[in-house]
């Protein structure tokens, strides 16, 4: 019975330590990847691959509309790169309005603006 309970709690162990090691791995992955932005060519070839994958389309038809492709994948990247800007120029605003005296301390104030230096060189180193 004791070697039944010991087991159990290896296996327990080895759950958690696995959720543990995916959760922190994941987190990473989502920090990295919501900040990059993807290029034009990236967006592109995502588009060829769904419509080859999902819609069946041949070569030579993805070669035919390759012109509408690249627009729409240009289109797509600068909306993308606005809402971007437009996001950190947000949290900005935000941070100037609450890191006044009344609300924060010196501290306080220093680590937000850490924080918004590493934000910063995220959006423009995106993936490291």
């Known amino acids: 019975m004791n070697a ?3 087991m159990l709690a290896y296996a327990a162990a080895i759950f958690v ?4 090691a995916g959760g922190i791995l994941g ?3 989502a920090r990295h990847s919501v ?3 993807p290029s034009q060519s990236e967006i592109a070839q995502k588009i060829r ?13 993805i070669q035919k509309i390759d012109a509408t492709i690249e627009t729409t994948a240009a289109r797509l ?26 609300a924060l301390s010196a501290e306080q104030r220093r680590r937000l603006a850490q924080i ?11 993936g490291k």
């Open 4 to 6: 039944k309970w010991k």
């Open 17 to 20: 330590a696995g959720g543990l």
């Open 27 to 29: 987190l990473n992955l």
């Open 35 to 37: 900040t990059a932005i």
């Open 49 to 61: 691959e769904h419509l080859q994958s999902r819609a069946g389309l041949s070569s030579d038809q």
């Open 77 to 102: 990247e600068a909306i993308h790169r606005e809402t971007m800007r437009q996001v950190g120029a947000i949290f900005v605003e935000f941070h100037a309005r609450i890191a006044g005296p009344a």
């Open 116 to 126: 918004e230096s590493e934000h910063r060189q995220r959006l423009n180193n995106p």
